[in-house]
């Protein structure tokens, strides 16, 4: 893979500025919560935080290909996610676990910085074990979900589950791979397929088994 930028897919290009947008709503909906009830309950911290460690080691790869589209999209996700981390602090009455999971989490993505920058001189070795690295943490993310998913079917119930956000990474998911395909990118390509799929099967779930009617089956058990 030579270490060039991403001039031969505008389409592409076009489309995934906008990912951090279209993941926006769910984590805009928990912020918008944190500061009107100055609480943190029912929000979870963890994929606030793994996502900005995923958007700044996508961010190192971009910068090392050239490839401009990843470094604004990721730069743009590191932010906001950052963002979010910092308004969970401020509301979180036990800081000291918060805390201690960042630096844990911040002190691998920072051995990882040291060991690609400093260890593998070689530019493409580099980009592929980045690359590499990359793609298994972001294929992580997205079946972590499944144990969740398992649940959904036994008790027959997507209240649990967002629509929105299902659709966003259905579009997301399939726009990084499109992106990937165009360019020839494995690194890219083959991570989001998960995400496609495992949306795919939320959709299935959202027709299966109806909110409307989970709330109707509710209403009756009371």
Not at 22 to 43: A, E, I, K, Q
Not at 68 to 74: A, D, E, Q, R, S
């Amino acid at each position: 893979m030579t270490v060039t930028g991403d001039l031969e897919s505008p389409t592409a290009s076009f489309s995934l500025p906008l990912s951090p947008l279209l993941l926006g709503p769910r984590y805009s909906s928990d912020l918008r919560h944190m500061r009107m009830t100055r609480r943190v309950d029912n929000v979870q911290f963890l994929p606030f935080l793994t996502t900005d460690v995923n958007n700044l080691s996508w961010l190192s790869y971009g910068t090392l290909k050239g490839d401009w589209t990843l470094i604004v999209v990721n730069a743009v996700g590191a932010v906001l996610q950052s963002l979010y981390i910092l308004v969970y602090l401020h509301y979180c009455p036990r800081k000291h676990a918060v805390l201690l999971q960042t630096a844990a989490l911040l002190g691998v993505l920072l051995l990882g910085f040291g060991y690609f920058w400093l260890l593998v001189p070689n530019v493409e070795a580099r980009l592929q074990q980045l690359g590499l690295f990359c793609s298994v943490f972001t294929i992580s993310m997205y079946l972590s979900p499944l144990a969740d998913l398992a649940k959904i079917i036994q008790s027959k119930s997507t209240q649990s589950l967002s629509f929105s956000l299902t659709i966003a990474t259905l579009l997301t998911s399939a726009s990084w791979t499109l992106y990937g395909f165009r360019l020839s990118d494995p690194y890219i390509m083959v991570p989001n397929l998960p995400g496609i799929l495992t949306s795919l099967i939320r959709l299935w779930l959202f027709w299966k088994y109806p909110q409307e009617q989970d709330r109707n089956y509710q209403l009756l058990q009371t």
